[in-house]
């Protein structure tokens, strides 16, 4: 088969997302950000909403993704997204409105926005990072590490006695009456990103024809701030962190 005949659309297998750029990433090998960010490229291609789209970034691990994604986006005060992004849903109801956010920047400082924005039923997209530690600042103990997990701050383990329980965020969102579509997605394996793409479609799709608040948090590894490689990283999720957050929809109001 000659060049010409590899590259023709029929027989192409996959492309890169046009709207992704070739900006090195900075995140560390494994790190699930870049594939996320490449089904929110794909899916906001895919719904021809390049132009009509505007992402607020966090603070954390993600806060340079306007890097990588050719949309608009603003920049928010830390835990302060949803805040931002009711702002520019309500000035500019015809754009697609997003989050993107990770377990320290919503369920910690973040928590009061987060809640009050999901519970007004707020026509916006979060999109929740949750790997159960601070990964930017040194692997801190973050409000979604496990009962157990060993962190920088908790090397012992977290001890509910003296740390509280995780808090489950999108068990929370579900039960809001505000909340449209509320699920939990990972993306360490082929068939949970085709999962996770499909849920993110949904979720933009609901935000744009009024159906209310949207979460879709994905369950997501540290590799670096939990001393694993990539492969045993995502090994000890699915062990330790899906029997405490388990996949899947919890609220679909069709």
Not at 24 to 34: A, E, L, N, V
Not at 72 to 86: F, I, K, M, N, V
Request: aromatic share 8%; charged share 20%.
């Amino acid at each position: 088969m000659t060049k010409e005949e590899i590259i023709k659309p029929e027989n192409l297998v996959y492309k890169k997302p046009t709207l992704m750029n070739d900006n090195p990433m900075h995140y560390c090998p494994g790190c699930s950000h870049g594939v996320v960010h490449k089904l929110i490229a794909e899916v906001l291609e895919e719904m021809g909403m390049e132009d009509k789209t505007v992402g607020i970034s966090p603070v954390g691990c993600a806060v340079f993704i306007y890097n990588y994604l050719e949309i608009d986006w603003q920049e928010a005060a830390h835990g302060r997204a949803p805040a931002l992004a009711t702002a520019i849903k309500r000035l500019w109801p015809d754009r697609l409105v997003f989050t993107y956010q990770g377990d320290g920047d919503l369920a910690c400082i973040g928590t009061a926005e987060t809640i009050h924005a999901l519970n007004r039923g707020e026509n916006i997209t979060i999109i929740f990072i949750n790997n159960g530690i601070y990964g930017m600042t040194g692997g801190q103990m973050a409000p979604t590490t496990l009962v157990g997990m060993k962190s920088s701050t908790s090397p012992y383990g977290r001890d509910v006695k003296l740390h509280g329980y995780p808090l489950k965020i999108t068990e929370l969102a579900a039960q809001l009456e505000g909340t449209a579509y509320v699920t939990r997605q990972s993306v360490q394996s082929v068939p949970a990103i085709r999962k996770a793409k499909k849920a993110i479609r949904k979720a933009f799709e609901n935000s744009m024809s009024g159906k209310g608040s949207n979460l879709v948090e994905i369950v997501s590894t540290c590799s670096s701030g939990w001393k694993m490689s990539p492969e045993q990283a995502n090994e000890w999720m699915v062990e330790n962190m899906f029997p405490f957050y388990p996949l899947g929809d919890l609220k679909d109001k069709e």
